[in-house]
């Protein structure tokens, strides 16, 4: 465990804008166009296939972009990887303005998933460095907190201005708040360590890093595929269930949006709870409480039924928020620390894309009713692998690396 910065008088508050601002409008900006990824595409002329593989290019450009982040950010430190990927989200965006074909629509939705992965490495990396490894926990669940708010206040505006404006108008709107993201990250301050440190991480390689880190990788990071799977899938199952038992789409879109509403008012508690007790005071009750609501699910049959345990669900969501991150950041070391955070990235990301496929398989060799239990029954893995593999409170994992150890000269 290695990295934040050590001043006792820090507070978070006294950063909030420099070190939020930029994710709450990036998060904004990927709510105001989600929704529309797919009617867009059709509008275009695409089919219901290709409108959906479209809109599956935002997770792609992600997993293909998270190594080559990690290798970015090394380089050419995190504010300007910030900077940079604004600017490539920005352009994505005017891609999927102008009125080409779906060539053009579709390079602007891969690019903002890449996008989206630069921005988040290299926040989450410039965080671990400013913050003091006792209010770690705090800042990160905070920055996950800050992401989710701009993401459930995204659809609402974006849903606003297309109302008068049309449906291109949604990209307008996500078009200024990643231009007013990179603007507020160009002025925040570079870190004191980095120029320190860009030498020795120069040497630092994927390769070299995988060899020296690969037992954490196989242990802890099995806990943190399990998660996400569990996660990904918690966004399919409330609207699948409440289609199963009859219910509109406009209830299940209100349910989605109540879960979602708890589930972005619970992250500070968690980080705090996280940096008093340890890390798995929080990881693991949140896989618990997940698996549960999981279980329950099959077991409603009504609006009302639905909504308690979506609440459940969203709250158990919630107060895991930022552990994936925090995580990451207590074994990364503090010499190439961007490049350990792409791998572990890729991990979570790994995890999300199993997390559907188990669900859509055993639902279509069974029944809905038993993938959302299995389903459940990986959250009770994750709990289990966290448990036995997330380091008791204050001890490291790791240990902080010089930088010829991680060098792969060959």
Not at 39 to 56: C, H, K, N, Q, Y
Not at 192 to 205: G, H, K, L, P, Y
Not at 366 to 387: D, F, Y
């Amino acid at each position: 465990m290695s990295g934040g910065a050590d001043t006792t008088e820090f507070r978070l508050r006294d950063i909030a804008v420099a070190a939020y601002g930029p994710s709450v409008l990036f998060g904004l900006a990927e709510g105001a166009m989600l929704p529309v990824i797919a009617l867009s595409a059709i509008d275009r002329g695409a089919s219901v296939s290709t409108a959906a593989f479209i809109a599956a290019l935002i997770g792609i450009g992600s997993i293909l972009t998270n190594i080559p982040s990690g290798m970015l950010a090394t380089s050419i430190g995190e504010r300007l990887s910030m900077v940079i990927a604004a600017g490539l989200s920005a352009l994505g965006l005017i891609f999927c303005i102008l009125p080409f074909g779906l060539w053009v629509y579709g390079s602007g939705v891969f690019l903002i998933g890449a996008a989206s992965s630069v921005f988040s490495l290299a926040r989450q990396s410039y965080l671990t460095e400013m913050v003091p490894v006792a209010m770690r926990a705090r800042a990160l669940s905070t920055l996950g907190g800050s992401m989710r708010v701009g993401i459930f206040v995204g659809p609402f505006l974006g849903a606003a201005v297309m109302h008068f404006f049309g449906i291109a108008s949604a990209y307008v709107v996500a078009l200024i708040a990643v231009i007013g993201s990179g603007a507020i990250a160009y002025g925040v301050p570079d870190l004191d360590n980095r120029e320190r440190d860009r030498v020795a991480s120069a040497q630092v390689t994927t390769i070299g890093m995988l060899r020296r880190y690969w037992r954490v990788f196989i242990t802890l990071g099995t806990g943190i595929v399990l998660l996400s799977a569990i996660r990904q899938t918690r966004q399919i199952v409330i609207p699948l269930w409440a289609h199963h038992i009859g219910l509109s789409s406009a209830s299940a879109s209100m349910i989605y949006g109540i879960a979602g509403a708890i589930d972005a008012a619970t992250f500070y508690p968690a980080g705090k709870v996280m940096d008093h007790y340890g890390r798995r005071a929080v990881a693991v009750p949140c896989t618990v409480v997940m698996c549960v609501s999981f279980l329950l699910m099959p077991l409603t049959h009504g609006f009302t039924t639905l909504v308690l345990v979506s609440l459940l669900m969203g709250m158990a969501n919630g107060i895991g928020s930022g552990i994936v991150m925090t995580l990451g950041a207590d074994v990364s070391p503090s010499v190439g620390r961007p490049t350990f955070l792409g791998l572990w990235r890729e991990l979570a990301d790994a995890g999300s894309g199993i997390g559907p496929v188990i669900l859509s398989t055993v639902t279509a060799a069974w029944t809905l009713g038993g993938g959302i239990v299995v389903s459940g029954l990986v959250g009770l893995a994750a709990a289990a692998a966290l448990w036995r593999w997330i380091p008791a409170p204050r001890k490291p994992v790791v240990e902080p690396v010089s930088s010829p150890s991680l060098t792969d000269r060959r």
